[in-house]
């Protein structure tokens, strides 16, 4: 079955750095474009980044784009965020699935921003 694995997060000061990650299995990885989205506490879950099928395209919401950077692996099934400059604002529970999401959510993985 679709199975998506964050990892990566945990509490960082203000400015400082984290690389996420996540390990999806049960569709073929590389015919889908994937996102990170992110969940704070008492708000909706909302859009972070896309890449696309191969890597060579990848859109950001405009509160993370130049701090944040979206890549991939399809040799490992995996994708990957790393998020540099982070601000108290970034705290949330990180999730991943596709660019029109299916399946069941993962955990997330928390992100907390705080000095």
């Known amino acids: 079955q679709v199975r998506f694995v964050e990892s990566g997060g945990g509490l960082v000061q203000p400015g400082g750095s984290l690389r996420l990650s996540c390990a999806a299995s049960g569709f073929t990885f590389s015919s889908l474009a994937m996102s990170w989205y992110r969940q704070a506490p008492g708000k909706e879950r909302e859009w972070v980044a896309t890449?696309?099928?191969?890597?060579?395209?990848?859109n950001y919401a405009d509160s993370v784009k130049g701090r944040f950077t979206i890549s991939r692996d399809n040799a490992k099934n995996m994708m990957f965020l790393r998020m540099d400059s982070l601000k108290p604002e970034d705290t949330a529970v990180y999730y991943c699935?596709?660019?029109?999401?299916?399946?069941?959510w993962g955990q997330g993985t928390q992100v907390t921003v705080s000095s």
């Open positions: 699935n596709a660019i029109a999401p299916f399946g069941s």
């Open positions: 890449i696309g099928r191969t890597g060579g395209s990848t």
